[in-house]
């Protein structure tokens, strides 16, 4: 299954981060069954929207396994999780080597929703003078909407 945002997401506010962010990405579930916890490895976080992170990696999940995944990120002395559902994925060439994209979908506590949008604005405004403009916006649509079935994604499932 290929997608990419223009099509799956027209009426999405969505956010290309001027600089990748490295993530922990590990995958909990196949087919309801546990995965040791091994099957980890880092991925870079390259874009997010309400209730949807972007993120690119040279693994290659068949999404229509339904995996689940879970990130967590490192702010500093900060740690979050997040749990989500691979709801779109995007082969790409970059040089030499394939890399994948993929879309994740994931719902947040208000508390986590503040806390991702305040440690991605500290990280990345400095890469970025026109990321917080940006970033304002977003969290107008992220943190003040918190009914998932706004985003309109559609769960796998």
Known sequence: MTNNWSTAY???????????VPVLMTIDRVHQEPVHHA??????????????????TH?????SNH???????????DRMSIRG?????????EQEHVEYQYTVKFILTPQQ??????RLNIQLTKACPH???????????FLYNPDPALAQVQWFG
Do not use: W
């Open 131 to 141: 990321y917080s403009k940006m970033m304002n916006t977003y969290n107008q649509c």
């Open 113 to 118: 929703k503040a806390m991702l949008t305040s």
């Open 10 to 20: 027209p009426s999405q506010l969505f956010i290309i981060l001027p600089k990748p």
């Open 85 to 93: 559902n691979v709801v779109c994925k995007e082969r790409k060439h």
């Open 39 to 56: 099957r980890s490895c880092e991925v870079m976080l390259v874009g997010l929207s309400p209730n949807c992170l972007t993120m690119i």
């Open 67 to 77: 995996y689940s995944l879970a990130f967590t990120c490192d702010f500093d002395n």
């Open 59 to 63: 693994l290659s999940l068949p999404i």
